[in-house]
Nanobody
Framework: QVQLVESGGGLVQPGGSLRLSCAASRIIFSIYTMGWYRQAPGKQRELVAT???????NYLDSVKGRFTISRDNAKNTVYLQMNRLRPEDTAAYYC??????????WGQGTQVTVSS
């Protein structure tokens, strides 16, 4: 069973930066599309960014130019660099590994709070 462990969340002031990491195990990491999603209280989970096995990326419009997703296949790790954070970025952030609809796994989540 795929295991995904997120880290790097925390409390940051508006305009600050955080880097989230997601370490994957029990997985042929390089063949998976990896993604970051987030869910704020009372809202649906939304896609923040994805990166394919070939390195193609996709971003939520509101984070374009501020967030960067990357992967290190040698370390089985995907990252989300978040810059110029805003209060509306506050949410639980979840790592996702997907190969197809039947092979789709989630981490436990890490909380990001942007507040002064």
């Amino acid at each position: 069973q795929v295991q995904l462990v997120e880290s790097g969340g925390g409390l940051v002031q508006p305009g600050g930066s955080l880097r989230l990491s997601c370490a994957a195990s029990r997985i042929i990491f390089s063949i998976y599309t990896m993604g970051w999603y987030r869910q704020a209280p009372g809202k649906q989970r939304e896609l923040v960014a994805t990166i394919t096995s070939g390195g193609s990326t996709n971003y939520l419009d509101s984070v374009k130019g501020r967030f960067t997703i990357s992967r290190d296949n040698a370390k089985n790790t995907v990252y989300l660099q978040m810059n110029r954070l805003r209060p509306e970025d506050t949410a639980a952030y979840y790592c996702n590994a997907k190969r197809n609809s039947a092979d789709n796994s989630w981490g436990q989540g890490t909380q990001v709070t942007v507040s002064s």
